[in-house]
Every structure is written in C-alpha cells, then in structure tokens.
C-alpha cells in the first residue's frame, strides 16, 4: 500500500462533558487496535495551554513530566502511547498553544508574513494544520491519530478544534474521522442513566462546526440499545457509532473492551481503510498479559517515599511500570505511598517495617529529602531491596557519603552548600539562566561494568535511558564512595559522568540517574523494575 501524506488517515479524538475521562487510554487503545489489525499507527497529543512544553509545570497540577528520547518535556499521555504501543515519542508527538504561538509569533519577527495582520485564524490555525499532517509527511503512517487536551467548550481548545474543522473540511470525511469521549453518567436518585450532558457536549462541538463521527460513551453502567439510540438520534450519528466505555478493572482493560465493542470495524468502515492482517494473535497475547496484571499469584508491598504522593498522577509512569513488572514476576505490587516528610519527622521504622522494597523517586527542591535519606539508611541497613530514581540516587549517594564514609553533613548542592557536595552542577549547568528546557534531557548511552549488578540485570554493556536533571555524582568523591563499597557499574563515558550505583553487598541496592520507568512498557517490563519486584518476592519469601 502506498503510503505518505495522501493516503495517510487522520482520526482526531475530543472529549467532552468533564476531563479525567481517560481520552488519552482511549487514544492509546484506539491506537492499539488498529496497529493489532497491521495498520502502521501513530499519534500525537495537542495541549491547548501557553505553557512551550510541560516541563515548567507542578507535577501536583499537571501530573508527572513525560521525557521523550530526544529530551521533550511532554504530557503524560504520550506515557500511554509508548506504553500501549510499544513505539517511541517524541518531540514531534506533543504540541501545545505556547509552541503554535512561539512557531507565528518568530515567523511575524523574521518577516514572512509581511503586510499581513497576523491572527488567529488562519495564522495560527494553518501552523496547527501543519502540525496535524507532519507526522505523515515525515512518518509514513497509514493512520495518524490526534489526541486535543481539554475539554469541548474550553476558550484555549477553539483553534485547535477551528483547525480540525478545517482539516477535516479539506481531506474529506472519508480521510479525516473525529471522535468525541463523552460521560454518560448514573443517576442514584433517578436510576438512571443520562445522555443529555453527551448531547450538549457534542452541541457544542456542532457549533464549531464539527461532526462527530463516533461517539465514545464513558460509563458505569452498561449502556442498553435505547440509550445507544438515543445518544444517535440526538447526536447525529448511527447508533452503531455509539461506542460504550463503561469503567474496566484497569487502563489495561480498555483496549479489550473497545476491540469487543466494535470500535475497530467502525473506523474501517468510516475510512474506508481494510485491515492488514488478523488481530486475533496480539489480542491473545495482550489477555495473556491481562490476565496476570489481574490474577497474580504473589503479593507484595513496596514503599514509594516522595513528596508528590498525594498526587499519584505525579508518578504515572512508576505505577505502570510496576503494573508490567508485577506482571512479569506473576505478582501484584501493592504501593505504600510515604511523605518523605513524615519520615522525616517520626522516624523511617514507622513507615518502612511492613514492605518488602522501597522506591525513591525523583524530585526537585529540599522539601522532603531529609527524610527519603533516613528512608534509604533503614533499607540499606535491613538489607531491604531498593530502587533509586534520579533525586533517589542522589540521596542515596548522601547516605552513603554520611553514614558509611563518615562524610559529615554531605550534601547536594541543590540543597546545601557543603564540605562535601557529593552532588553537583557540572560545568555545562553552571551558567544556565533559563528555567524551560535546560536540563539534562533526553537519552544517552551508558556503558555497564561487567561483573555488576547492573550488567546481571540488563544483560549486556551498553544501554541507553533518559534523563531529566540538572545534578550529577561529583567525580571528586568517587575514590572514597568507591573505596566504601560502592560501585559505579554504569557510566556515560562520553562525559564521564556516573549513571548508575550499586552496592555488591546489599541484595539488591541500585540506583540510576536516569528516569527507567519512562522505558517501561505493557507487555517489556524495564529490567530494573523487572528485578527489583523479583527481589522484593524473595525478600517476603525470606522473612
Ligand atoms: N533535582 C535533581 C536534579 O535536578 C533531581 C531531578 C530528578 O529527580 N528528576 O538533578
């Protein structure tokens, strides 16, 4: 099949009615679906906020910062896209208000729309427009599915909505599908369950001008064929294009449940689009992986100690990796979710006497990070399994320093000025001003130490993880952390900077500068976490 920007489809994908609907596991599934029928799929996330990207942002606000391999700081739903998918993000994959206008805004200073008065539309629609098809252009996909942010009826979300209309105007109907989520919700009182807000939502979105195609119905209760009608009727659409999403057990579930209710068909059937081989193998295997997400055979608890542990969102991508690796090890992890400065204040025992392993993740500012080092001196001592990320093998490089090589007062320079600064800028972050997009980003390759942990764990020498951080390991203490016991078994040679620490006489002690859980995947659990979960079985086993 030919393939390019003139056979390519376009599936848009909107939601309406409330946000948290889950539209980014329902683009993601979507996405699924169709690659499991041989389609080549790919898909990309608008955030109709002015923010450039969403580095900037609180992850108590936003959710955690999703890093691509060419170091975009994106929105976490393009986690669910590598994680359902098994195909990696990039920059090009997210774009956001702050981008679209940055991209007209340089192009008015650099002259290239001289005599012109530069607007909203078609300026800013064309550049969106633009954005809609590159990935064609520079992909070569059969299907290239646009996830908008936010919800129908939102000021920030009308360009972008003006440009589908657009887009879906000039490619045609038979190119260009734009699916609407919508809630359906239950009514105790009235027992009942209630189509009007899915109408207005998609009221509004005629307004616009934009007709959609199918609807996608989030519910609770099982949406019967008088509701499927009427949704139809007042929504302009067949009643076959009402597609129920009724909640499943886990994010998992849902590509299941839409392949069950058709969705796939409907998409082919709208764009004329023919499947390029059977789904029935890789739905097998998905179930497969299903089926031990929701039937394990081991529990175990695991402790997460942070500070945004009010905000699960905040470490999206650590719970799903810890889904696939529980998976993996037929086990599923309970999390204990510790405030770093609870421990802080009444003592690491309290928190850490019930868990098999625990988990530092990473984090920035001081809040918090005496505590995750008490947290870390309890696990080392107990000989309790540990797993540090990028702010955990900062602290754990602090203990380490403190406790073991009697470094007193060993610090991170992020937090204190010390004797020893253990942790520190290198050269390159010293001069930085700019907060956005000046970090340590993206991926690079690491080198591995054979006869290490980390070497065992991976299974070979060189790998490559992503990073989102600013500090580093300072080169000056290695010969005394070293010289302790601890080892430097991963290393990005190129600019000699320490990527990975271990201790050989712990279990299972490690830690990387690096964020592994953004390489899990569905069905490829990261090796880390893989033998982490594996560690703390034993360590339940052994007590
Ligand atoms: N705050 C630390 C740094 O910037 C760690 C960052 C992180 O954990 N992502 O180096």
Redesign the pocket.
Known sequence: MKSGIDTTKFIFISGGVVSSLGKGVASASLALLLKWHGLRVTIQKFDPYINVDAGTMNPFQHGEVFVTNDGAETDLDLGHYERFLDIDMGRKNNTTTGQVYNEVVQKERRGDYLGATVQVIPHITDVIKERISRLATEGKYDVVITEVGGTVGDIESLPFLEAIRQFTLQRGRKNALNIHVTLVPYIKTAGELKTKPTQHSVKELQEIGVQPDIIICRTEHLLDSEIKKKIALFCNVEPLDVIEGHDVGSSYDVPIALFEEGLAERVFSRLELKPRKKPIHSFKQWKEFLNKVEKPVHRVKIAVCGKYTSSPDAYKSIIEAFIHAGAANNARVELKWIRAEDVEEFGAEKYLNDVSGLLI?????ERGVEGKIKAIQFVREKKIPFLG????L?TAVIEFARNVCGMKNAH?S?FIKSKYNV?DLIESQRGVQQKGGT??LGENPIELQKKSKAFSIYGKTMIHER??????LNNRFRPQLEKMGMVFSGVYTKENLVEIVELPSHPYFIAGQF?CELKSRAMKPHPLFKEFVKATIQFQKSI
Do not use: D, V, W
């Open positions: 993740p990473g984090g920035f500012g990320i990028c702010l955990g900062q991170s992020e942790i970090m340590r990073h989102r951080h600013r500090y580093e964020h």
